[in-house]
């Protein structure tokens, strides 16, 4: 990650030494040797069942210019280095350390987000609005965890007046870590869903879990309150509340005016109209909330306006492509029960002159609930107008044998397989969805049919 940090910013940090250290050399750190690019800092993480630490022969090979290390690994592998190195007891800790370091002396507008779904298209509709006034950090593509988001704020600039950081969790106690390490002034809960039921076990259990980025807000903070979440409603917090919602009364109450043929929102907010350019209830649930706090934070209605006419999806987020009269609707990206429903139900409000079909990979990290939700999205199909469901995971095995009432239903074991069926049925006209976890690597399906 580009940084402003120098190595001689930390030389007061405790239990940290310095060897063959000039002042010129910048903490762009990187943890990974294989990205690693001229000039960089390679600081080696130790996990349960790895060590970084065997990778720094590789990462100054391919031009690191400082690393960070553990004393215990310098002290037998280290001391004939000639390269600048910083020794420290723990590289986590110490990363931890720094990136709390930095963000308390840029001391930015802490926005913290967090929520089932549409994490990520909040982050990033927010950061766009607010830079439209002032400069804005955002967190960088999935760099929302314990250790991706600390290397997030090793970007910060002393230039920036808000930092919006997106916060991740696939276990309990994971969002009051990442809200106690970054201290966020401002709290946004995007939604209460099923995800991870492997490290929660429930709904109720994941929703204890968000709620403890709106508990960690100051007194003089602010939580930014979906009134449409019957979970987030009720959680507890010490800030002031700014509600909004679609179907409940709200001092920021949208209305639906219009979906057009492609399935894209358009609503009223406060006597104003914003329309999502991309289809379905979820982009606009996303943009009515980036818009309620970027109106709280002085942004012009016009500006915003702009940037949504701009906005474009990151990859394999309900991204759209056109080959040959067939629309593809790449949402490969990553996949649970509520992403899942509301990208069926998107697609179902689309125009299509011919058939709608569901590519659908497995659901992964729901437990002993896998089976009833991956049962249910033939339900989810059929409701919504389509009439072809090809799968592929054990779990989406389970939609295909619930899916009598869709004209073609068909489970596969490869990619190759499902691919030479879809192409044989594709005609003008016709919707394919393609949605499942990110370890089902369905997006290898988009590219077959995009090189076809």
């Not at 704020?153 to 997106?166: A, C, D, G, Q, T």
């Not at 492509?321 to 593809?328: F, L, N, S, Y």
């Not at 016709?430 to 976890?437: P, Q």
């Given at each position: 990650m580009k940084s402003e940090i120098m190595w001689q910013d930390i030389r007061t940090f405790s239990d940290v030494e310095m060897r063959n250290v000039t002042s010129t050399i910048f903490l762009n750190v990187s943890i990974d040797s294989r990205t690693i690019q001229k000039?960089?800092?390679?600081?080696?993480?130790?996990?349960?069942?790895?060590?970084?630490?065997?990778f720094v022969p590789n990462a100054i090979r391919s031009g690191a210019l400082g690393i960070i290390v553990e004393r215990k690994w310098f002290d037998t592998h280290g001391k004939n280095l000639s390269i600048p190195t910083i020794i420290v007891e723990n590289t986590k800790q110490f990363l931890l350390k720094l990136a709390q370091w930095q963000l308390q002396n840029v001391n930015p507008i802490v926005i913290g987000i967090t929520?089932?779904?549409?994490?990520?298209?909040?982050?990033?509709?927010?950061?766009?609005?607010?830079?439209?006034?002032?400069?804005?950090?955002?967190?960088?593509?999935?760099?929302?965890?314990?250790?991706?988001?600390?290397?997030?704020?090793?970007?910060?600039?002393?230039?920036?007046?808000?930092?919006?950081?997106?916060?991740?969790?696939?276990?309990?106690?994971e969002i009051g870590f990442l809200a106690n390490l970054t201290?966020?002034?401002?709290?946004?809960?995007?939604?209460?869903?099923?995800?991870?039921?492997?490290?929660?076990?429930?709904?109720?259990?994941?929703?204890?879990?968000?709620?403890?980025?709106?508990?960690?807000?100051?007194?003089?903070?602010?939580?930014?309150?979906?009134?449409?979440?019957?979970?987030?409603?009720?959680?507890?917090?010490?800030?002031?509340?700014?509600?909004?919602?679609?179907?409940?009364?709200?001092?920021?109450?949208?209305?639906?005016?219009?979906?057009?043929?492609?399935?894209?929102i358009e609503f009223d907010l406060n006597g104003c109209r914003f329309k999502m350019p991309v289809p379905g209830i979820g982009f606009a649930k996303s943009a009515l909330t980036s818009i309620v706090v970027a109106k709280y934070f002085g942004v012009p209605s016009e500006k915003i306006i702009q940037q949504l006419k701009n906005f474009k999806t990151e990859h394999g987020r309900m991204e759209k492509?056109?080959?040959?009269?067939?629309?593809?609707?790449?949402d490969s990206y990553n996949a649970n029960p509520s992403s899942v429903k509301n990208s069926i139900r998107a697609v179902g409000e689309m125009h299509c002159n011919g058939k709608r079909i569901l590519v659908f990979g497995d659901m992964l990290e729901l437990g002993k609930l896998a089976k009833k939700y991956h049962t249910i999205v033939a339900d989810w199909a059929v409701n919504n107008k389509f009439s072809c469901l090809f799968t592929y995971g054990d779990l989406a095995r389970a939609a295909d044998e619930s899916a009598s009432a869709i004209n073609i239903h068909e489970?596969?074991?490869?990619?190759?397989?499902?691919?030479?069926?879809?192409?044989?049925?594709?005609?003008?006209?016709?919707?394919?969805?393609?949605?499942?976890?990110?370890?089902?690597e369905l997006e290898k399906i988009v590219e077959g049919l995009l090189v076809a």
């Open positions: 000039g960089d800092t390679f600081l080696p993480l130790r996990g349960k069942n790895y060590d970084g630490h065997k929520g089932t779904n549409g994490k990520t298209t909040v982050k990033n509709l927010l950061s766009s609005f607010l830079s439209t006034i002032a400069p804005t950090h955002f967190t960088l593509g999935n760099y929302n965890n314990s250790i991706g988001l600390p290397l997030s704020l090793l970007n910060l600039s002393m230039r920036h007046k808000f930092s919006v950081l997106e916060m991740g969790a696939s276990e309990k106690g201290k966020p002034k401002c709290g946004i809960i995007t939604n209460i869903g099923i995800a991870h039921l492997d490290g929660f076990g429930d709904e109720k259990i994941i929703a204890q879990e968000k709620s403890a980025l709106f508990k960690h807000l100051p007194k003089d903070g602010v939580a930014f309150v979906n009134l449409d979440d019957r979970f987030i409603s009720q959680f507890e917090t010490k800030a002031s509340l700014i509600t909004f919602s679609f179907k409940n009364g709200s001092e920021n109450q949208a209305r639906i005016i219009a979906t057009d043929s492609l399935g894209c492509c056109e080959k040959d009269g067939i629309t593809i609707i790449d489970h596969f074991e490869t990619h190759e397989n499902l691919l030479e069926r879809l192409q044989s049925v594709l005609e003008t006209g016709d919707i394919v969805l393609v949605k499942g976890s990110r370890g089902m």
